[in-house]
Structure formats: structure tokens, C-alpha cells
């Protein structure tokens, strides 16, 4: 027996969490946005969410985004979530209103370059790599108040706020709180952190936006 997973009511759900978990905080709900993480998704359940009213989305894939999105892209807040290599940061400008993965000042100088030849400002996030991870992209916490530093003086950028993908052996509370410091020493306001699984303590400990993929969508193919 099958049952079809269902967004709309999915989305609801996680709303309804998000928001118990903002009162519990002492928070308020409206200041915490979801990003439906709609990578590798069937293009019927990205409508699906699309029709309840969901605006904000992350991709992880410049060129998967642009063409999922083609022609659906009004009134749709897109935000990069992956990777961004140099060779893809002109149709990453052009194209995402977010981008939450800058990591090291080769990406910093080309796109403040691409900005400025554009005219585009999409709103900046720096990844940390809160659990120095090897295999993972972002500044290592030690390195995360240079390169913040760097990014605003030597390349004049706005820096709106700081992104984190935890360990998914680790308790995450302590790479948030650790990622909230680190925002909060640099004055920064913005916390995108926190996925299916964990974004309720994400909230507790001050996300402004949660990820949220497979536990909206259901299951990537
Ligand atoms: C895929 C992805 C998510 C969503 O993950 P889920 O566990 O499906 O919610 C969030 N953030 C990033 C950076 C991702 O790549």
C-alpha cells in the first residue's frame, strides 16, 4: 500500500512547529521564515507548495535552479543553498535574490565584481563550517570574523547574515549557538540554519530562516 505524501498539509504542519517552537523561545513566529528546499523535487509538489502560498524556496544547483524555475520565477524569493563555484557567479547574479554560501574571498572579489557589472545586489550569506568538516564547504569558525571582515572592507559587501549545515552525527544545538556567536560579534542578524530534522532547536537558538526539503516535499528522487 502507498500513501501520497501531501505538501500542502506538510506545510501547514511545519508552520504550526515553527511557530510553537518561536512562543517557546520567546520569539516571535513572522521572525522566522521558511525556505522550502525544493532541489531534486518533482516540479508537481514545488506547485503544490507554490499554491499554498510559499514564497521562499532553496536550490542547491545554479543550473538546476534556473531551469526548474524558467518561467515560474514572480513573486518567488529563490536563494542558493549549495556551492557556488567562480565559473558559475554571473548566472548565479543574475539569477538568485540570495546567496548563502560565500566562503572564501576568490568568490568574495568575484562577485562583488559581477554585482557591480550588473547592478544586482542579491543579499549575502557566509557559510560557516561550524564542524570543520573536511568535506564540507564554508570558513572555518576561527576564520569566520576575518573573512566577514574582508568581505565588508576589502570587497564591500553587505553581509546579511550567516549559514550552517551541522555534523549529521552531531547534536546540532551547539553548532547553532556556536554560529549565533559568532553572528552576533560581527552584528550580524540573520541565522539561516537548521533542516528537516532539526529545525525546531535551530529556532530556539535564533534562526531567522530554516531549510526545510524532504519533510515539506517528501523524499528527494
Ligand atoms: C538539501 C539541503 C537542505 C534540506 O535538507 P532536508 O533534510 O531535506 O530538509 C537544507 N540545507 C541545505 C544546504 C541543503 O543542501
Redesign the pocket.
Known amino acids: 500500500m502507498t500513501h501520497s505524501f501531501d505538501p500542502a498539509a506538510a506545510r501547514a504542519d511545519i508552520l504550526t512547529r515553527i511557530a510553537a517552537a518561536a512562543k517557546a523561545a520567546g520569539r516571535e513566529a513572522a521572525d522566522v521564515a521558511l525556505v522550502a ?1 525544493s ?1 531534486q523535487q518533482p516540479w508537481d509538489r514545488v506547485a503544490t507548495i507554490l499554491e499554498t502560498g510559499q514564497t521562499v524556496f ?1 536550490e ?1 544547483r545554479v543550473q538546476d535552479a534556473m531551469a526548474a524555475w524558467e518561467g515560474h520565477r514572480e513573486g518567488v524569493e529563490l536563494r542558493l ?2 556551492p557556488l563555484q567562480t565559473n558559475k557567479v554571473k548566472e548565479a547574479v543574475a539569477f538568485f535574490d540570495v546567496i548563502e554560501t560565500l566562503d572564501r574571498e576568490k568568490l568574495a572579489a568575484a562577485l562583488a565584481q559581477e554585482m557591480t557589472k550588473q547592478g544586482r545586489t542579491p543579499r549575502l550569506y557566509v557559510q560557516v563550517n561550524t564542524g570543520e568538516e573536511e568535506q564540507k564547504a564554508g570558513v572555518i569558525p576561527t576564520q569566520a570574523d576575518a573573512f566577514i571582515k574582508a568581505c565588508r572592507e576589502t570587497h564591500g559587501l553587505v553581509i546579511e547574515g550567516l549559514m550552517c ?1 551541522p555534523p549529521a552525527e552531531e547534536p546540532p544545538g551547539p553548532h547553532f549557538a556556536l554560529l549565533a556567536k559568532i553572528a552576533a560579534r560581527n552584528g550580524i542578524a540573520k541565522l539561516s540554519m537548521g ?3 532539526d529545525f525546531e532547536t535551530a529556532v530556539r537558538f535564533g534562526a531567522t530562516s530554516v ?5 515539506l516535499f517528501g523524499p ?1 528522487g
Not at 211 to 215: D, E, H, L, M, T
Open positions: 528546499v532541489k532553496g542547491n543553498i549549495g549545515i533542516m528537516s530534522d531549510r526545510v526539503g524532504s519533510a528527494r
